[in-house]
């Protein structure tokens, strides 16, 4: 059974950093691949930033291009998501998705396996 726990959100001001950690357990990733979504309030889950877990191709939205970094760290089986230049509009409960499909999918269905979900606030 594979589990998924977020960690690292928190309310910081605009322009602001943090680094989300999803921590994930129960299986073996070497052909998964890793994302991060979210969903503000009133608003659908949308896709964040994503990255094959075996050879760190990544693909970000265009709304976080150039301020938000996802990596990999293979030894502890977790995801980050460096976010860089917080803005307001990037507030949403920020969720973990790992699954058996290119990285590309991510944009298109959802699917495999999420966490509860971390909430992230910047404030303006």
Request: proline share 2%; charged share 20%.
């Amino acid at each position: 059974q594979v589990q998924l726990v977020e960690s690292g959100g928190r309310l910081v001001q605009a322009g602001g950093s943090l680094r989300l950690s999803c921590a994930a357990s129960g299986h073996t990733f070497n052909t998964y691949a890793a994302g991060w979504f979210r969903q503000a309030p009133e608003k659908e889950r949308e896709f964040v930033a994503g990255i094959n877990w075996s050879d760190t191709t990544t693909y970000y939205a265009d709304s976080v291009k150039g301020r938000f970094t996802i990596s990999r760290d293979i030894d502890k089986n977790t995801v980050y998501l460096h976010m860089n230049s917080l803005k307001p509009e990037d507030t949403a409960v920020y969720y973990c998705n790992v699954r058996q499909a290119p990285i590309t999918t991510m944009t298109r269905y959802e699917t495999g396996y999420w966490g509860r979900g971390t909430q992230v606030t910047v404030s303006s």
